[in-house]
């Protein structure tokens, strides 16, 4: 007797989604890539475990030659896991947060974020680079870092090195804006909630910015912590438009038989849906707490895992444009943000 279509559609996904034996190898690794990143993040005050973990990955992967019975976990991880991730990001954003803003802070995260996106693009076509790798610094430097970048790997699958790279461009100019921004709150004029939302519209991941606002006070950090979380709440509607331009561009070169990818992807729909959940205030201190810890892992050992498949010796190749580029968006979104604080 034949089993139920309808069944067999529902089963499918969560076949994909379960990892099986042959995983096993590969996650054993990556759990204690994981560990590793955590120690040494923890003593560390300029590395997250993210990037730890991308470090470690890049380090294991180019002095040991893994054996292909690790490949299918290591894989899972940097699919599954990272999607995982960026669902659970959801949960640190409530629609409260945006209406707190107003019309003026909202316009700021919005201009802000698509003029560094859009002219990330724009300088990264002028420099040669790929349209993926420019894909992925525009996201990570107009949404938040590394989770960023991960996400939108998770929908155009580019190349290790150039994932590898976007990271490690997000992480040093968010580094930098730490040392940078505050020097300049002085001679910018700005301070306190002025300070901080500059900081929130201009710096990457949320890590960095709560470093960097909290240099300026409590009121500070307030303010840069909202903005902050208000541009993370766009990175469901930018990465579900990439996948359908994406989609649509697809169709145009197919014949028509090919299978088509969907118009946004679950992963996606999921991170929205968490944010739902979390702006219904349902979930206590704790849940969150608990979601935010489990995110943060499961970021982590996709990232070793991204890390893994990086080859020093291609990442050569790419030269110094990236560098250029990444410079070149963090001037800008910086430029942007501060406009968009004195103007707004």
């Given at each position: 007797?034949?089993?139920?279509?309808?069944?067999?559609?529902?089963?499918?996904?969560?076949?994909?989604?379960?990892?099986?034996?042959?995983?096993?190898?590969?996650?054993?690794?990556?759990?204690?890539?994981?560990?590793?990143?955590?120690?040494?993040?923890?003593?560390?005050?300029?590395?997250?475990?993210?990037?730890?973990?991308?470090?470690?990955?890049?380090?294991?992967?180019?002095?040991?030659?893994?054996?292909?019975?690790?490949?299918?976990?290591?894989?899972?991880?940097?699919?599954?896991?990272?999607?995982?991730?960026?669902?659970?990001?959801?949960?640190?954003?409530?629609?409260?947060?945006?209406?707190e803003l107003g019309v003026s802070g909202l316009g700021v995260v919005i201009v802000t974020v698509t003029a560094t996106f859009f002219g990330t693009r724009w300088l990264g076509r002028?420099?040669?680079?790929?349209?993926?790798?420019?894909?992925?610094?525009?996201?990570?430097?107009?949404?938040?870092?590394?989770?960023?970048?991960?996400?939108?790997?998770?929908?155009?699958?580019?190349?290790?090195?150039?994932?590898?790279?976007?990271?490690?461009?997000?992480?040093?100019?968010?580094?930098?804006?730490?040392?940078?921004?505050?020097?300049?709150?002085?001679?910018?004029?700005?301070?306190?909630?002025?300070?901080?939302?500059?900081?929130?519209?201009?710096?990457?991941?949320?890590?960095?910015?709560?470093?960097?606002?909290?240099?300026?006070?409590?009121?500070?950090?307030?303010?840069?912590?909202?903005?902050?979380?208000?541009?993370?709440?766009?990175?469901?509607?930018?990465?579900?438009?990439?996948?359908?331009?994406?989609?649509?561009?697809?169709?145009?070169?197919?014949?028509?038989?090919?299978?088509?990818?969907?118009?946004?992807?679950?992963?996606?729909?999921?991170?929205?849906?968490?944010?739902?959940?979390?702006?219904?205030?349902?979930?206590?201190?704790?849940?969150?707490?608990?979601?935010?810890?489990?995110?943060?892992?499961?970021?982590?050992?996709?990232?070793?895992?991204?890390?893994?498949?990086?080859?020093?010796?291609?990442?050569r190749t790419l030269g110094g444009r990236p560098l250029v580029l990444g410079l070149g968006s963090w001037l800008l979104v910086a430029s942007v943000a501060y406009l968009g604080v004195?103007?707004?």
């Amino acid at each position: 007797m034949s089993a139920d279509p309808s069944v067999a559609r529902i089963a499918a996904p969560l076949r994909a989604v379960i990892p099986t034996r042959r995983d096993a190898a590969g996650l054993a690794v990556v759990g204690a890539g994981l560990a590793a990143s955590f120690v040494v993040a923890s003593v560390s005050s300029t590395l997250s475990p993210l990037v730890a973990a991308v470090i470690l990955g890049v380090a294991v992967g180019n002095v040991v030659d893994l054996p292909a019975v690790f490949g299918p976990g290591v894989q899972y991880a940097t699919r599954r896991l990272l999607r995982g991730g960026v669902i659970l990001l959801g949960f640190r954003l409530a629609f409260a947060d945006v209406v707190e803003l107003g019309v003026s802070g909202l316009g700021v995260v919005i201009v802000t974020v698509t003029a560094t996106f859009f002219g990330t693009r724009w300088l990264g076509r002028r420099l040669g680079l790929s349209e993926n790798l420019s894909l992925l610094v525009a996201t990570g430097y107009s949404i938040c870092g590394a989770s960023a970048v991960a996400a939108m790997d998770g929908v155009i699958e580019a190349e290790e090195e150039e994932t590898a790279y976007a990271v490690a461009l997000v992480t040093l100019c968010g580094s930098l804006s730490i040392l940078v921004l505050p020097v300049l709150a002085g001679p910018f004029g700005l301070d306190g909630e002025a300070f901080g939302a500059f900081v929130g519209a201009a710096v990457h991941d949320v890590a960095q910015v709560v470093a960097t606002a909290a240099t300026d006070g409590d009121a500070a950090l307030e303010a840069a912590t909202v903005v902050k979380l208000t541009r993370v709440v766009l990175l469901a509607p930018l990465v579900a438009a990439v996948a359908l331009s994406r989609r649509r561009h697809d169709d145009d070169e197919s014949d028509g038989g090919s299978v088509r990818a969907p118009v946004v992807p679950l992963f996606v729909a999921l991170f929205g849906a968490a944010i739902v959940v979390r702006s219904s205030g349902v979930l206590g201190d704790a849940a969150l707490a608990d979601i935010k810890s489990v995110e943060k892992l499961l970021l982590a050992a996709a990232l070793f895992g991204l890390g893994l498949g990086v080859r020093v010796a291609r990442l050569r190749t790419l030269g110094g444009r990236p560098l250029v580029l990444g410079l070149g968006s963090w001037l800008l979104v910086a430029s942007v943000a501060y406009l968009g604080v004195l103007v707004l």
